[in-house]
């Protein structure tokens, strides 16, 4: 019987025998498994985490009112800049021409007293805000004559310029005297050796 049985049934069958104590023996194939410790199985039974799917971010493009808007910011920042400079510019030049308080001087042959060769002098002054027009008739200044103009109301009106001219705007032969204060003409009408308001019903022609 034992040679009919390979050599492996005949290790069994032996070892089957064999007792320890209570305890039998048991041959297996191969090596025995390995118990898993607790981590590897955490490891094997932790479910595959699902990362989102980030979206491609889109480059942020300005709608075409916002180029509109810094095209008009552009121009009145320019506008603003550029009325400065010029009322700089133009103030400047005033201050150049005629000083601070604004004073403007001219000759005239008025018929007060002064001929050609002796010519009546008028000063024209911005005296804060008020105009005055001060005449010294043929140079005598011993027959100085005051003319006070109006009173300018605003802000940087005491910067504003004031010119004279004479002319014959009533048609009586005698040169009157006109007062220019930017835009505005202001007649003071030659009469008896001096100068006076214009009335509101005479006929003048400026």
């Known amino acids: 019987m034992m040679q009919s049985m390979n050599s492996r049934e005949w290790v069994q069958a032996l070892f ?10 048991y041959l297996h194939e191969g090596l025995p498994a390995q118990p898993q ?9 932790r479910k595959p985490e699902i990362l989102p799917v980030q979206e491609e971010k889109q480059p942020w493009r300005p709608h075409w009112l916002v180029y509109v808007g810094l095209v008009m910011l552009v121009m009145v920042i320019g ?15 005033d201050d150049w021409q005629y000083g601070r308080p604004r004073t403007f001087q001219i000759n005239a042959v008025v018929g007060h007293n002064d001929s050609a060769s002796h010519p009546s002098h008028f ?19 011993t027959h100085e004559r005051v003319y006070i103009g109006p009173a300018l109301i605003g802000d940087g009106q005491d910067l504003q310029p004031v010119t004279l001219s004479f002319q014959d705007v ?12 930017g835009d505005q003409t202001i007649v003071f009408i030659n009469d008896r ?14």
């Open 123 to 141: 000063i024209a002054l911005n005296l804060k805000n008020h105009i005055e027009v001060i005449e010294i008739p043929g140079g005598d200044a």
């Open 37 to 45: 410790r607790a981590s590897q199985q955490r490891l094997t039974e």
């Open 193 to 206: 050796g001096g100068f006076r308001p214009a009335r509101q019903n005479e006929h003048i022609h400026v």
């Open 170 to 181: 009533n048609g009586d032969g005698k040169p009157d005297m006109l007062i220019h204060i």
């Open 16 to 25: 089957s025998m064999l007792m320890i104590g209570n305890r039998p023996f």
């Open 79 to 93: 506008w603003v800049v550029f009325t400065a400079v010029a009322n700089w510019w133009q103030v400047t030049q």
